[in-house]
């Protein structure tokens, strides 16, 4: 969808989705130590994984609303793979988000920083599956 969207289209829909990103769960704000750092990403970028009663996978992320495409990249993997199952998670594609279309719109920096996000879940998630 993002990739056949004009280049403006595919902005407003990236900045909507910074909108939707769910905030914290309160047991999380109150401990940020369970709260895994993207050090890679040039904004202070924060997740967790947790695995719920039916085998899924819950995202959480913390992204400060001052980067609002980081923030919006993050807004799609929470919409996209919240409560998928590890193996679907494992399964997306390394360059997912240059897919997207996002080089038009994103610096090579914060794109390098999308894909750490991406690394980072996934190895959270593969974590998960092994335990």
Do not use: W
Request: proline content about 9%; some cysteine.
């Amino acid at each position: 969808m993002f990739r056949s969207a004009p280049k403006a289209l595919r902005l407003q829909a990236l900045l909507e989705y910074s909108r939707k990103l769910p905030a914290l769960p309160e047991k999380y704000v109150e401990h940020p130590e369970f709260l895994q750092p993207v050090p890679e990403c040039t904004s202070p970028f924060f997740l967790v994984t947790e695995r719920d009663d039916q085998g899924g996978m819950n995202l959480f992320f913390k992204v400060p609303e001052e980067a609002p495409t980081v923030r919006g990249y993050a807004g799609i993997l929470h919409e996209a793979l919240s409560g998928e199952d590890p193996d679907t998670i494992l399964s997306v594609p390394d360059s997912f988000y240059l897919d997207m279309g996002l080089t038009e719109l994103i610096t090579p920096m914060r794109l390098r920083g999308m894909g750490a996000i991406l690394k980072r879940l996934k190895s959270d998630v593969q974590e998960h599956a092994q335990a």
